[in-house]
């Protein structure tokens, strides 16, 4: 057994130090393909980040016109309605100025209201 020992006992030691030398070569390899990824990564991150500040920057651009756009809408819609409200106060103002008017009442002859045509485009194309 003592043979054995000092025979067998170098060749596992040579062994054990080829595995070990093996092992830590492929954890060597291994780290670098970590750092390899790492450096992508963090190169990935930096592209995304960059295109998440323009969008950002996009957004709130895009945000600012909505509102100016929403803004003129809203002018637009108000200057309508207050049109809408002066031409029906100013409709009413004629209905009864034209209400008890004489004039406004009688029927005028025939002539008058040809020569009131005349050049308005009728229906019978005088």
Known sequence: ???LSKIAGPKVLGGVIVASVVAVGAL???LSDAWAD???AKAN???LRSELESSEKQITKLKA???RREKAVTDALDARERAREEAET???ELEKALENDQCANTRHPD???????VGAGDADGD
Do not use: I, N, P
């Open 90 to 92: 100013a409709t009413a």
């Open 1 to 3: 057994m003592g043979l």
């Open 28 to 30: 060597l390899w291994m």
């Open 45 to 47: 991150a930096t592209e």
């Open 38 to 40: 790492e450096a992508t």
């Open 65 to 67: 016109e909505q509102e």
């Open 111 to 117: 002539a008058v209201t040809d020569s009131l045509r």
